[in-house]
């Protein structure tokens, strides 16, 4: 009897999801635009994070965020992601970034996170995610087609869970290729250097330098 209850709260759980989801129309990719900060704030609760910030950037442009630990960069990239109300103003063009829907906003924002998740997959299926295109020049965007090539099985080898098979550099470089791959208008890039050499840095951002010239890029450091 006790068995047969607890499968039924189980089943009232589980039953909602038991449908396919609904196919979801293809994203439609917006046209590059300013982006537009005006008196931008964030708060959790009424401690504000940061407050008063406004800047304009055009496409084809690289903003830095820097600053010490913990005064609010990541926060200030999770705000282009809308999931949280925050104060002020984000435009991408003409239209407030809140005001679209979350498929309009993924359509818009490219973001990389500053602990970014891999697959436990190939370095090709990380890369791509899906899509059908060669993943060796976003490799190489983030110097990372080189050392890719030459392991065992080139890029055909598991990265194991969470890129455990990677060094740190390998799986950050790894995770930038990925959100290369996937271009959108407003890139939003979390500390994607902290695990790199100065010298693999800077071949890094010359890079990212070239594949910004229509995008506005926000390089948190």
Known sequence: FNSVQKAEVSWKRIRPLMK??????????????????????FAYGDAFVFSGLSLTAHPGEIIGVTGPVACGKSTLGRAFLCEAP?????RFGKRELSQLSPREIAATVG????????????????VLCGSEQDPVPYLATAALDGEALSMENGLATVVGSGGTRLSGGQAQR??????????????????????????????????LQAYARDKVVFLIS
């Open 20 to 41: 396919l989801p609904e196919p979801l129309a293809e994203l439609r990719i917006p046209q590059p635009a300013d982006v537009t900060l005006e008196n931008l704030s």
């Open 86 to 90: 925050y104060g002020g103003s984000i």
């Open 111 to 126: 973001y990389l996170g500053h602990d970014p998740e891999l697959s436990a997959d190939t370095v090709q299926n990380n």
């Open 174 to 207: 790894l995770a930038l290729a990925r959100t290369l791959a996937h271009p959108r208008p407003v890139m939003i890039l979390d500390d994607p250097f902290s695990a790199l050499d100065r010298k693999t840095e800077d071949t890094v951002f010359a890079n």
